[in-house]
């Protein structure tokens, strides 16, 4: 067990809610809430309760020489729960105050417990504890992390699905598949009489290549997991007056940004997130698009078309209702090698941009939907595409494995390499002792998704980003 002082942390949120909660864990935690809680009629009983019950009382402050004048120095009416190590969070022995979710009042409770000699708890301490006290592997606690950061929903199933384990159970199967090889192979070089090796390249090929398939399709999910924990970012782009604003304004459902019929409105860009079936999307809308003389339109030009370059989604709106010019073709240039969705807007009003040329001109591989901002057509197909196009309505299940964080890609990837090694010694017909160390590498990256023989400094940095009284 990892021994270590006692700390304390307000767990909730620092806004004025119903209920806060006042975490301390650590060695001392009980005497300290025995110290500080009185049942109704005066007692202290924590000391003698016992784990994983909740009781009734008050939090009082600076206890007083004589009891009888207790109730003067009560902070607020709490409930209070003990739970006994190991079967805590932490693994510790831990106190939860409940008391009236105020600020005041959660921070003068926090006072009292640490004028009672508890420590601040740092970010992240609390999980930290966990891990360290082995109540759950690294992945799980990045996965607790990540739930509470949750945008969407997707990022909210992914998140649950690693902390039920679905990851680290994945990752220990491949483990002892290559640590079983490993053993399979020390054993029949100690005892060559008994274990043979004959025939055995061939089978550990195979089942190797087995495992770097398994893992490709791991470290692949990895783009869609990104997006689904970050959003995916989308650019509104087009010429003047094409209704990017307006689309905008429609997404979001609100009046976000400025529109009037007068083109070259918007200036700036203007950023918005949206969630959506499920997914987030970081929306920008741009400038639109001309060869212009304004200085303040020509920057906003220069930020839309920077923009283009590190959007996942680009939305390419043309106004139907005008023919097509040079502007729509500029922006058409700049979307070589993007994920491009055309939207044909202001189809309420008669078209009169030329489809056939239109079609000619339009990236091969995007998607083209008719929309209207005034009578929201299309909007529908619109999302339903966005869909299509980067989650290919996979993301149904909530235990598809999908890795959303890149330390754990980068240990896929590394374990990858070594089977790789393995792989290219099999083909060069290589002795079989000279499989396992590149085997053991494989097994030690592995094992890093899950904390072990991770160094201090990354399990201080991972947690250092956890919040307040996790
Ligand atoms: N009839 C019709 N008018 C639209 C539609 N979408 C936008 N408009 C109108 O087109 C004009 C320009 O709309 P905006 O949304 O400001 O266009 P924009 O592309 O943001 O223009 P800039 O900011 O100047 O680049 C406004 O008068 C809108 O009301 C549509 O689907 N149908
Ligand atoms: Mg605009």
């Known amino acids: 067990m990892y021994q270590v002082d006692t700390i304390a942390a307000i767990a909730t949120g620092m806004t004025d809610s119903g209920i806060g ?121 990045e996965a607790v992390m990540d739930l509470i950061h949750s945008q969407n929903e997707y990022a909210l199933q992914s998140s649950v699905s690693q902390l039920k384990g679905n990851l680290s159970e994945k990752v220990r199967d491949l483990r002892e598949q290559i640590i079983y090889e490993v053993a399979f192979i020390e054993s029949s070089l100690d005892d060559p009489e008994h274990i043979s090796l004959e025939g055995y390249s061939e089978r550990l ?70 969630r959506l079936h499920g997914i987030s999307l970081n929306i920008t809308d741009t400038a639109g698009i001309r060869n212009t003389d304004d200085i303040v339109e020509k920057l906003g030009v220069e930020k839309a078309l920077e923009h283009i370059k590190s959007a996942d989604l680009v939305l390419f709106v043309i106004d139907t209702s005008v023919e097509l010019d040079e502007n729509d073709k500029a922006v058409i240039s700049m979307l070589s090698d993007k994920k491009v969705i055309v939207l044909l807007n202001k189809s309420d009003l008669s078209m009169v941009a030329d489809e056939k040329s239109l079609k000619s001109i339009i990236p091969d591989n995007a998607g083209i939907i008719r929309t209207s901002t005034v009578d929201n057509k299309g909007i529908d197909e619109l999302e339903e595409a966005i869909k299509n196009m980067f989650f290919q309505g996979q993301l149904r299940s909530s235990n598809e494995l999908v890795i959303t964080n890149i330390r754990h890609k980068e240990a896929l990837q590394e374990t990858y390499q070594s089977l790789k090694l393995v792989l290219n010694s099999i083909e060069a017909a290589m002795p079989e002792d000279f499989y396992s160390i590149d085997l053991m590498n494989a097994y030690a990256s592995l094992g890093r998704i899950m904390g072990e023989e991770v160094d201090d400094d990354l399990v201080d940095e991972i947690f250092s980003k956890f919040c307040m009284g996790k």
């Open 205 to 274: 090929y195979e089942k190797l290549t087995a495992i770097c398939s398994i893992i490709e399709k791991m470290t692949g999910s990895f783009e869609n997991g990104k997006l689904i924990k970050e959003g995916i970012n989308t650019v509104i782009v087009g010429k003047p007056n094409a209704g990017k604003s307006s689309l905008l304004n429609t997404l979001v459902g609100e009046e976000r940004a400025i529109v009037t019929d007068i083109a070259g409105t918007t200036r700036d860009i203007l950023q918005e997130t949206i």
């Open 21 to 141: 909660i006042i975490r301390i864990s650590g060695k001392d935690s009980v005497d300290v809430g025995n110290s500080l809680f009185c049942t109704p009629s005066g007692n202290h009983i924590l000391k003698n309760v016992d784990s994983h019950t909740l009781h009734y009382g008050f939090i009082v402050d600076k206890l007083p020489q004589e009891p009888c004048v207790w109730k003067d120095y009560i902070i607020d009416e709490v409930m209070i729960v003990v739970m006994k190590a190991p079967r805590s969070y932490t693994g510790e022995d831990t106190v939860e105050i409940q008391c009236h979710g105020g600020v005041l009042v959660m921070q003068k409770i926090l006072s009292a417990v640490l004028d009672a000699g508890v420590r601040l708890a740092e970010p992240g301490e609390f999980s930290k504890r966990a891990f360290l006290n082995g109540r759950m592997d690294l992945s799980r606690a």
